[in-house]
């Protein structure tokens, strides 16, 4: 158990609806990174919040946004989905803002859109 | 950023010294590079970091020549419980990640 919990655990929807992936960090950690993991794709690193501000942006499309509250926590919002969005959705957390410290992963959120 | 390459799979034996390659060609000089193991229906685990050189800990060793441009993740004494994905990680306090496509280590007994 690396200490990174992520809500819900299985997702379905419908092309065209919105969802919203929830994620609590290690307790301590102030860096949350949000990772879409496919089959054809592997694992694109998102986007990365360090203590309630965006701080690096990876391969994130404009349809997706995320955000890190006062408690920690992250939010991923994928609006307007696309049968290309099934993916797993990975959290991730770790102390620092560089990035280069060791990343706590959390078990994932499998989406599928219909 | 440095695009990684990895091989899709590998097959090794119990007990054996499993080496894993990743090339990224064009890393940067504040690139680093990690690695991390990745079982079924779990997220990726942290297994080692290294600049250049060698690194090594309790469970791996990592090789990195002068000119970066490959890394080597060493394996040694693998046993069934090691088959899992492994991924390479170039990354820089910039904030660009860059994972490569995973190789999958299958261990036989």
């Known amino acids: 158990d690396s200490g990174v919990t992520q809500t819900p655990k299985h997702l379905i929807t419908a092309t065209g609806q919105r969802v919203t992936l929830r994620c609590s960090p290690r307790s301590g950690d102030l860096s949350v990174y949000w990772y879409q993991q496919s089959l054809d794709q592997g694992l694109q690193f998102l986007i990365q919040?360090?203590?309630?501000?965006?701080?690096a942006k990876g391969n994130i499309l404009e349809r997706f946004s995320a955000q890190q509250f006062p408690d920690l926590h992250s939010e991923l919002n994928l609006s307007s989905l696309e049968l290309g969005d099934s993916a797993l959705y990975f959290c991730?957390?770790?102390?620092?803002?560089?990035?280069?410290?060791?990343?706590?992963f959390g078990p994932g959120t499998r989406l599928t859109v219909l | 950023l440095a695009k990684t390459t990895q091989p899709i799979s590998m097959d090794s034996y119990e007990g054996q010294e499993v080496n894993i390659t990743c090339s990224h060609n064009n890393i940067a000089t504040n690139d680093y590079i990690t690695w991390y193991q990745q079982f079924p229906s779990q997220g990726p685990r942290f297994i080692i970091q290294?600049?250049?050189t060698k690194v090594t800990n309790e469970v791996a060793s990592l090789f990195i020549p002068a000119d970066r441009k490959s890394s080597t993740l060493s394996l040694p004494r693998v046993s069934l419980s090691d088959t899992a994905v492994y991924y390479c990680l170039v990354g820089n306090q910039g904030g660009k990640l860059i994972f490569g496509q995973g190789t999958e280590l299958s261990v036989k007994p």
């Open positions: 991730a957390s770790s102390v620092d803002r560089t990035g280069l410290d060791t990343q706590y």
């Open positions: 919040y360090y203590n309630g501000e965006e701080r």
């Open positions: 290294g600049y250049k």
